[in-house]
């Protein structure tokens, strides 16, 4: 598997742990990016010639990839947007109006990402809803029962992650899609943190929405997408405007063009729906069970490991998905991350872009590592011989 990454081959050095932010791309992705430019380079839906048309079939046909592989009824359904934050963003903008009023309630909970927390705060601002945060677990994972407890008739969004970013836990979507349509409301899913990991059927977790990026399951950055119910998204106003998106534009009006395309304004970025469509390729060759099991085994050593050291806080569970977040007692994460990388372990140390959450955990950061297909046991080892050695230094400076 690890062979089939040629960063790898690259920084035989440096054991990578920070998927969870991106992850390395196979081989597979990086030809079909190249292949595109040299040999396919057209826009799509414009050009009325014989390779504009070849190109614009491609990059239709991932659509329908993108549909079947996340369970999505049509292929219509599947939005193009340049990642999770945007396909969120674009929920809160154009549906959120259309739904929320004065008095509702937008419910997140506080382990949210800030592209899943900041938007409805802002429309909640915007509209005069109420803006509610549900509590976490003390380990830093989404408390789904507190969740259920807070949904009530005024509910009209909930928003979660289906998986957590820093604490990697994993959110039961389907009851509490459940219990928010019983009451009227929409359920909106950040899964940026499980397309890599889990199966995805949006169907079945009862999504209204479900947003992800594709450079967080092997392929390119600037590119992501956004499931939608298609009577939803019929519903809702575009929120960009120009080429593409329209049906008629007249003096003192425009009509729109059907879904999803009135979504999508100006050149898309062809490249990485390409390779977007390259990475599904790679996901598919994949026994996600096998994967699961794999990287589940990782996770376990790396927590008892972890767990030997002294003044070690461990965040989420040996259920986590690909994740293990932790602090060195005395030491902040940032100075941690530094001596990882003195190590040539390469580890993610901040805020994590959750602050709400850092809040809640009493912390200003943590440090986070998080695996992926290509990693294995001698990864998980050495950085536990890195922090092992983070805390002999610490401990010999104070």
């Not at 329908?64 to 292929?75: D, V």
């Not at 709400?356 to 986070?368: D, I, K």
């Amino acid at each position: 598997m690890r062979e089939q990454f040629p960063f790898f081959a690259a920084h035989p050095e440096l054991t990578y742990l920070d998927s969870a932010a991106t992850s390395q791309k196979p081989q597979a992705v990086l030809a079909a990016l190249h292949d595109y430019y040299v040999e396919d380079n057209a826009n799509v839906h414009r050009g009325l010639y014989q390779l504009a048309y070849a190109t614009t079939e491609k990059y239709e046909a991932v659509r329908q990839q993108i549909a079947a592989h996340i369970h999505a009824a049509r292929p219509e359904e599947i939005v193009y947007t340049r990642s999770t934050t945007d396909g969120l963003n674009l929920v809160a903008a154009s549906f959120g109006p259309v739904v929320v009023r004065p008095g509702d309630e937008i419910l997140v909970s506080g382990a949210e990402h800030h592209s899943n927390f900041i938007p409805w705060q802002q429309l909640a601002e915007r509209t005069g809803a109420t803006f509610v945060i549900a509590p976490v677990q003390a380990d830093g994972n989404t408390d789904a029962a507190q969740v259920a407890q807070l949904i009530s008739s005024r509910t009209k969004i909930v928003a979660l992650a289906s998986v957590t970013n820093v604490a990697g836990g994993a959110v039961a979507i389907r009851p509490l899609a459940d219990r928010v349509h019983a009451n009227g409301g929409f359920m909106v899913v950040d899964g940026a943190q499980q397309i890599a990991h889990l199966p995805v059927d949006v169907q079945a977790m009862g999504a209204d929405f479900f947003a992800f990026s594709g450079h967080k399951m092997y392929g390119p950055t600037g590119i992501g997408t956004l499931y939608g119910r298609y009577d939803l998204l019929e519903k809702m106003p575009p929120v960009q405007f120009g080429g593409e998106m329209i049906d008629t534009v007249m003096d003192q009006d425009t009509t729109w063009a059907e879904v999803p395309l009135k979504f999508e304004a100006g050149t898309p970025n062809i490249a990485g729906v390409i390779g977007l469509g390259a990475a599904f390729d790679f996901m598919a060759t994949l026994d996600l069970a096998a994967v699961r099991a794999h990287e589940q085994a990782l996770v376990a050593r790396l927590r008892t490991g972890l767990a030997a050291i002294d003044g070690i806080q461990l965040y989420g569970d040996e259920a986590s998905i690909g994740i293990v977040s932790f602090n060195l007692t005395g030491v902040h994460p940032h100075d941690v991350a530094t001596i990882l990388d003195e190590a040539q372990v390469a580890v993610r140390a901040g805020h994590h872009c959750a602050q709400p959450l850092m809040a809640r955990l009493g912390v200003p950061a943590t440090v986070r590592a998080s695996v992926g297909v290509y990693n294995n046991e001698a990864d998980i080892d050495r950085l536990i011989a890195a922090v092992q050695s983070a805390r002999r230094v610490f401990d010999a400076v104070i």
